[in-house]
């Protein structure tokens, strides 16, 4: 079985803080992926990677920033958390194609007051 | 337009009938696409993949896929109360760089 995992389940921040949000897959997956989930918006992509030290812009990177430095690992920064950053972070990796199937970590609730 | 487009429902059906949810897309050349569910303040864990024209059954779950129409559904039969959750369809867009896009699920509640 695909084993995703989060750092954290839930997490509560004060307005300007740096957070780190770490993401570890077990299945050698190329690809690995960071959402944010609000209702009403649904799922958006934030940033994600095909390849170590590799990373593209999603839908929404503002605010954010990740790094990739070992394959199985993915991490979301927030450089200085802001109260409209508060939400659902989901990491999600895949293997081949981007568009092949992806398989979800259980998620991070932040949030920042 | 939306790149998948889903109904948000809810979508209330009694328990043991057959709930039928529908998603479309607006890629013609897509070739990829998936149905997750997503309990509350769960994440999303796949039920079914499909990559084929017609129909994929597995369990109480069936997938219809039909490119000409742009459209994919899931069928739930002998729906029960366990099944109430937000179902998400996805699609790989190739005109956004081959990623998935998911359309913005619809709730359904399985009424004991």
């Known amino acids: 079985d695909v084993k995703v995992t989060q750092s954290s389940r839930y997490l509560v921040k004060r307005t300007g803080e740096k957070v780190f949000l770490e993401c570890v897959q077990d299945m050698d997956h190329e690809n690995m992926f960071w959402y944010r989930q609000d209702p009403g918006l649904g799922l958006r992509l934030i940033y994600f990677s095909y390849d170590v030290k590799m990373k593209e812009k999603g839908d929404i990177p503002e605010g954010y920033s990740v790094s990739r430095e070992k394959k199985e690992r993915f991490s979301l920064i927030l450089e200085s958390a802001s109260t409209n950053q508060t939400s659902m972070y989901l990491c999600a990796s895949s293997s081949g194609s981007a568009g092949d199937t992806q398989y979800f970590g259980p998620g991070t609730r932040l949030t920042v007051l | 337009q939306k790149e998948v487009e889903q109904n948000s429902g809810p979508l209330s059906v009694p328990e043991g009938a057959i709930a039928s949810l529908n998603c479309t897309y607006s890629d013609r050349v897509s070739q990829s696409f998936f149905w997750y569910r997503q309990y509350s303040g769960k994440s999303p864990e796949l039920i079914m993949s499909?990559?084929?024209?017609g129909d994929k059954e597995d369990g109480r779950f069936t997938a219809q896929l039909n490119k000409a129409s742009q459209y994919v559904s899931l069928l739930i039969r002998d729906s029960q109360p366990s099944d109430s959750a937000t179902y998400l369809c996805a699609v790989n867009i190739p005109a956004a760089g081959n990623k998935l896009t998911f359309g913005g699920g619809t709730r359904v509640l399985v009424k004991p």
């Open positions: 499909i990559y084929s024209n």
